[in-house]
Nanobody, 128 residues
């Protein structure tokens, strides 16, 4: 059974940075798209960023483009999300996910339904 564990969240002032990490165990990630989503209290889960199984192909939500960067290390079975220029509206629980099906379209999907494995999340709080 694949398990994903996120780390790196915390409290930061607006304009600050954090680096989130997701460690996978029980299965590899190299043949799968990996994504980051976030969920704020009282709001729907929303797509943040994803990295394709195909090297170098990524996707970002418009709200984080130019501020967040997703990366992966297949050898270490990890995915990272660098968060820069954080804003109070970025406050949420950030969740890592692995796509249910391997390979597939080179452009990683933004649809949460396509991801079959999820971590518990790590809290990011940005103060103004």
């Amino acid at each position: 059974q694949v398990q994903l564990v996120e780390s790196g969240g915390g409290l930061v002032q607006a304009g600050g940075s954090l680096r989130l990490a997701c460690a996978a165990s029980g299965g590899g990630i190299s043949a799968y798209s990996m994504g980051w989503f976030r969920q704020a209290p009282g709001k729907e889960r929303e797509f943040v960023a994803a990295t394709s199984w195909r090297d170098g192909i990524t996707a970002y939500a418009d709200s984080v483009k130019g501020r967040f960067t997703i990366s992966r290390d297949n050898a270490k079975n990890t995915v990272a999300l660098q968060l820069n220029d954080l804003r109070p509206e970025d406050t949420a629980v950030y969740l890592c996910a692995r796509r249910l099906r391997m390979l597939g379209a080179m452009t990683p999907t933004e649809q949460a339904e396509a991801y079959g494995y999820w971590g518990q999340g790590t809290q990011v709080t940005v103060s103004s």
